[in-house]
């Protein structure tokens, strides 16, 4: 069993930055930041599987940048230039095993609490 857990969200103005964080309890192969909007489908940010391999949804690629500290099972996201649209709950998602598409969020086997980014314009 492994514990996420998310900091860092956050209110901001159009075109500001968040750096979100999501502390493993263990080890895991892939983990990836998914964002839900009220009223909308839980949507898959970006992904880093082992070692270092990264993957964008077309909305943020250029503005966001996912990392990975595998020494202390911490995973990041760096949002630059927000806009309204991203405002969501952000979670952070995990497996041990293998690296789903961000298509299939329902594949990743563990889940963070969320965190909430509301960017106003």
């Known amino acids: 069993q492994v514990q996420l857990v998310e900091s860092g969200g956050g209110s901001v103005q159009a075109g500001g930055s968040l750096r979100l964080s999501c502390v493993a309890s263990?080890?895991?192969?892939?983990m990836g930041w998914f964002r839900q909007a009220p009223g909308k489908e839980r949507e898959g940010v970006a992904k880093?599987?082992?070692?270092?391999?990264?993957t964008y949804t077309d909305s943020v690629k250029g503005r966001f940048t996912i990392s990975k500290d595998n020494a202390a099972n911490t995973l990041y996201l760096q949002m630059n230039s927000l806009k309204p649209e991203d405002t969501a709950m952000y979670y952070c998602?995990?497996?041990?095993?293998?690296?789903?598409?961000?298509?299939?969020?329902?594949?990743?086997?563990?889940w963070g609490q969320g965190t909430q980014v509301t960017v106003s314009s």
């Open positions: 263990g080890y895991t192969y892939c």
């Open positions: 998602a995990a497996r041990v095993d293998l690296c789903p598409s961000l298509s299939w969020p329902a594949l990743y086997t563990y």
């Open positions: 880093i599987e082992m070692p270092d391999s990264t």
